[in-house]
């Protein structure tokens, strides 16, 4: 049977799932945690990359940081999508396949399900446990959805499991997680979705556009602490999976804008001079010492359009929400 196996038949409740769901697990192409500390932890700028994030705790804050109005991006979104969708619709056209990396909870989706009438979707996220949640209660609200979720680390490779429809395709990838690929990252991994939607295809696409610094600044701090939690969960995680013996209190949330990058960065500071054990490993922290968690790269929309030809997708509209703070992109396979 390969990799990929169907292993879901019932929701977390139990109940049974239209059989037009499946859930497909591919853990070949998860890199584990426990490489990514012992290389990021060893390097002189320590680092772990984002996907580590979305555990499924990680998931859940994620969640509650979209409902926090200093996080602009759900909003503005959802305002595009939801004044666009029978413009999308008639752009992109019904009975698509549409796939969507980082899915998450899938609240985006929802809103462009009843126009767009997909074929069939895939939503595709590294939190396995979460994914079989969200993608379940999907599967019961639209009993008329042919779903295959798949567990998967879209950062290492897009490939999809057996059994999709054929047809035309449409990679849906809203939020701002293409900011988390450096620029040469975003055009690679923009190559890699215009060779998987193929000819005829389409990307929708969302993408954060640059604005005042400190916009951005509160976005990534927002007041009741839910970010630094979730960036604090990353350490808690390794605690939990690695039986390390970090104690999470020694260490800080730091969010800033990076303007002559043209990037937020987020960092794990070391409050003190410290040693954490990890998998066996012994790794020194300094005190004021940084892991670099996250960056997430902004755009204006001319920089965006200009990275997806250099990617192989011609751009076709893009649309701002009220407030001109995010930018919703659909584009095409450019023609050979």
């Not at 923009?190 to 060779?195: E, I, K, M, S, Y």
């Not at 303007?259 to 070391?270: N, P």
Request: some cysteine; glycine content about 10%; aromatic content about 10%.
């Amino acid at each position: 049977m390969g990799p990929w196996a169907v292993c879901l038949s019932t929701d977390e409740r139990g109940h049974a799932l239209s059989n037009r769901f499946s859930f497909h697990d591919h853990h070949d192409h998860v890199t584990s945690l426990r490489e990514a500390v012992a290389r990021g932890f060893s390097l002189d700028l320590k680092q772990i990359p984002p996907r580590y994030f979305y555990d499924q705790a990680g998931s859940r804050l994620f969640d509650g940081i979209c409902t926090q109005p200093e996080y602009y991006v759900p909003d503005a979104e959802r305002e595009i999508l939801q004044r666009r969708a029978a413009e999308i619709s008639s752009l992109v056209g019904q009975g698509a396949v549409v796939i969507e990396p980082g899915a998450g909870n899938g609240a985006k989706i929802r809103i462009l399900l009843d126009t767009l009438r997909p074929r069939a979707y895939v939503p595709m996220d590294i939190s396995g446990d979460y994914l079989r949640e969200s993608a379940g209660r999907l599967a019961g609200e639209y009993p008329w959805l042919e779903i295959h979720a798949c567990c998967t680390d879209f950062t290492q490779g897009l490939g999809l499991p057996r059994g999709i429809p054929q047809g035309r395709r449409l990679v849906f990838f809203p939020g701002s997680s293409l900011g988390n690929f450096d620029p040469d990252e975003a055009a690679d991994f923009l190559n890699q979705v215009a060779g998987l939607v193929g000819d005829g295809g389409s990307v929708l696409i969302g993408v954060d556009i640059k604005k005042d610094a400190e916009i951005l600044d509160a976005a990534y701090n927002d007041r009741l602490g839910l970010t630094a939690a979730f960036n604090l969960n990353l350490l808690e995680r390794i605690n939990r999976e690695l039986g390390a013996n970090i104690d999470v209190s020694q260490f800080r949330h730091h969010a800033f804008y990076n303007a002559d990058l043209g990037r937020i960065e987020m960092h794990l500071i070391s409050r003190c001079a410290q040693v954490v054990q990890v998998d066996g490993h012994r790794y020194h922290f300094s005190e004021g010492e940084a892991i670099h968690t996250e960056s997430s790269y902004k755009y204006a929309p001319a920089e965006f359009q200009a990275l997806a030809r250099r990617s192989g997708l011609a751009p076709v509209r893009y649309w701002l929400d009220s407030r001109g703070l995010f930018s919703v992109h659909l584009l095409r396979v450019s023609e050979a």
